[in-house]
Nanobody, 121 residues
Framework: QVQLVQSGGGLVQAGGSLRLSCAAS????????MAWLRQAPGKQRELVAT???????NYADSVKGRFTISRDNAKNTVYLQMNSLKPEDTAVYYC???????????????WGQGTQVTVSS
């Protein structure tokens, strides 16, 4: 079983920055895609950014140029650097990881516990 633990987040004024981290642990053989998603009150969960094993990234149009996703494969950790934050970025942010576990090599996907990001105007 693979567990994800998130850290970071909190309250920041518009224009400020925050960094989220998500560390994977447990029975890991490999980690493939890693991603950040968010869910604002009353809205559906949306994909914010993804990063592949090779480091290729994709971003939602709403965060392009402001957010940066990165990963440290040695630490099994994915990061989300959020700059120039706007009130509309307020949401609960979740990390999501896929790969194969170290047991019989079964595929898995795991979610972080979620962390609140609140941007005040």
């Amino acid at each position: 079983q693979v567990q994800l633990v998130q850290s970071g987040g909190g309250l920041v004024q518009a224009g400020g920055s925050l960094r989220l981290s998500c560390a994977a642990s447990g029975s890991i053989f490999s980690i493939n895609a890693m991603a950040w998603l968010r869910q604002a009150p009353g809205k559906q969960r949306e994909l914010v950014a993804t990063i592949t094993t090779g480091g290729s990234t994709n971003y939602a149009d709403s965060v392009k140029g402001r957010f940066t996703i990165s990963r440290d494969n040695a630490k099994n950790t994915v990061y989300l650097q959020m700059n120039s934050l706007k009130p509309e970025d307020t949401a609960v942010y979740y990390c999501w990881v896929t790969g194969f576990d170290a047991g019989p090599g079964r595929p898995y996907d795991s979610w972080g516990q979620g962390t609140q990001v609140t941007v005040s105007s």
